[in-house]
Each structure stands twice: as structure tokens, then as C-alpha cells.
Antibody, heavy 120, light 112 residues
Framework: QVTLQESGPVHLKPTQTLTLTCTFS??????????VSWTRQPPGKALEWLAR???????SYSTSLKTRLNISRGTSNNQVVLTMTDMDPVDTATYFC?????????????WGQGSLVTVS | DIQLTQSPESLAVSLGERATIHCKSS????????????LAWYQQKPGRRPRLIIY???TRESGVPDRFSGSGSGTDFTLTITSLQPEDVAVYYC????????FGGGTRVEIK
């Protein structure tokens, strides 16, 4: 079955760089049409999409955050890594990774449980 | 960027009654090459990950009860929950994936 799991630091200081890893199973990012996205959610607030990596290496970013974001494949074939520079307390949020299945361009059918990152 | 505006922000509905949530897009989400509207709906319960319930504006995800339905096209979309159940208490988000992805601000559904 498809699973995704986020991992990374729980706490960061302002100006530091966040590096999060999404480790997945049950699918391959090499499969035509598969994509992996990162989305975040500040406490008590709405979801905010951040970035997406496609099976062919194409990357997409939130317009408002693209200067601070980078998404890439991890060292293992089943990993996607998100980095966000110059972290600020307003970036405190739960960060989720999620999959887009082949045959669609953006619905997110499987999500990780989320990783809470606190900046202070 | 495409903006999605959800209304209302919250609503309280009696058990067994209908809940209706609206999502308005700043841009037409109908993709002519696929002949589909690039819009999805998610349910998120407190402390849980979001759950996909509707995609292509009106296709129910596998395992989602048929009391959930999506409708609309272009810029105006609706999520309807007929006969609200206690387990439907959640925040609901619309999401466009026409270019590239954005979420609406969410609608909280509670029991009256």
C-alpha cells in the first residue's frame, strides 16, 4: 500500500535552513505521471501548498515562497527532500508531503501524517 | 496565482440535514485538453492529515460515502453533504490544480 512519512527537525532558530525528507513506499517517482508535493499548515490555519516534484524532474513552487524553496530527489529512490531557507517564526507549521497519482496533474490522494516544525 | 475563495467560513447543520460549501476560483479551472475541471475537495479532522474526497470537481474518491458530492464547473464549485453524520465534523478545503496548486481558506462544519 502507499505510505508517505515526513522527517526532519522539530525545532529551528530564525534564519536557519529547514530540510525535510519525505520517505515513501508503494509507488515509484520514476513512474510516468507521478508527482510529490509539499504542503504546510500553521497551527489553526489553512493548508498552503509549497512545492511539487514530478516524475520527469520538473519542479513547481509557490509564487510567494519560491525564492526560499528547493525540492529534489533524496539520496534514496524513494525520497523527496524540501529545503526552505531563512526560517522565521511565521513558518511554524505542520509540513505534509503527498502524492499525485498517474493520470492526474494535481489531486493529492495519499498524505503523510505531517511533521510539526517550530521556529523560535 | 489562482485564488480560491470558500464560503461560508463555518456552518452548523443539524444531524441528517444538508451541508453546502462553495468554492469560487479567480480563474476558469476547466482544462480543455482533459475535458475536466481541475478541482478537488479534502476533509480534515482535528489533528489528522487531509483526506481526498472529491476530484475533477465531481468524482468521488474510492471509499468516500455517497452522501458527499461535488458539482460545478469553470469558476464556481460546490461540495454537498446530504444527511450530515457526526463523523463529518471537519474542516473542508477546495484545491485547484490547474496552475499549479492552491487551496481555499477552508470551511468548518459543525453539528447544530
Amino acid at each position: 500500500q502507499v505510505t508517505l512519512q515526513e522527517s526532519g527537525p522539530v525545532h529551528l532558530k530564525p534564519t536557519q535552513t529547514l530540510t525535510l525528507t519525505c520517505t515513501f513506499s508503494g509507488f515509484s517517482l520514476s513512474t510516468n505521471g507521478v508527482r510529490v508535493s509539499w504542503t504546510r499548515q500553521p497551527p489553526g490555519k489553512a493548508l498552503e501548498w509549497l512545492a511539487r516534484l514530478d516524475w520527469d524532474g520538473d519542479q513547481s513552487y509557490s509564487t510567494s515562497l519560491k525564492t526560499r524553496l528547493n525540492i529534489s530527489r533524496g539520496t534514496s529512490n524513494n525520497q523527496v527532500v524540501l529545503t526552505m531557507t531563512d526560517m522565521d517564526p511565521v513558518d511554524t507549521a505542520t509540513y505534509f508531503c503527498a502524492r499525485t497519482p498517474p493520470g492526474d496533474v494535481g489531486r493529492l490522494d495519499y498524505w503523510g501524517q505531517g511533521s510539526l516544525v517550530t521556529v523560535s | 496565482d489562482i485564488q480560491l475563495t470558500q464560503s461560508p467560513e463555518s456552518l452548523a447543520v443539524s444531524l441528517g440535514e444538508r451541508a453546502t460549501i462553495h468554492c469560487k476560483s479567480s480563474l476558469n479551472l476547466f482544462h480543455s485538453s482533459s475535458n475536466k475541471n481541475q478541482l478537488a475537495w479534502y476533509q480534515q479532522k482535528p489533528g489528522r492529515r487531509p483526506r481526498l474526497i472529491i476530484y475533477w470537481a465531481s468524482t468521488r474518491e474510492s471509499g468516500v460515502p455517497d452522501r458527499f458530492s461535488g458539482s460545478g464547473s469553470g469558476t464556481d464549485f460546490t461540495l454537498t453533504i446530504t444527511s450530515l453524520q457526526p463523523e463529518d465534523v471537519a474542516v473542508y478545503y477546495c484545491q485547484q490544480y490547474y496552475s499549479p496548486l492552491t487551496f481555499g481558506g477552508g470551511t468548518r462544519v459543525e453539528i447544530k
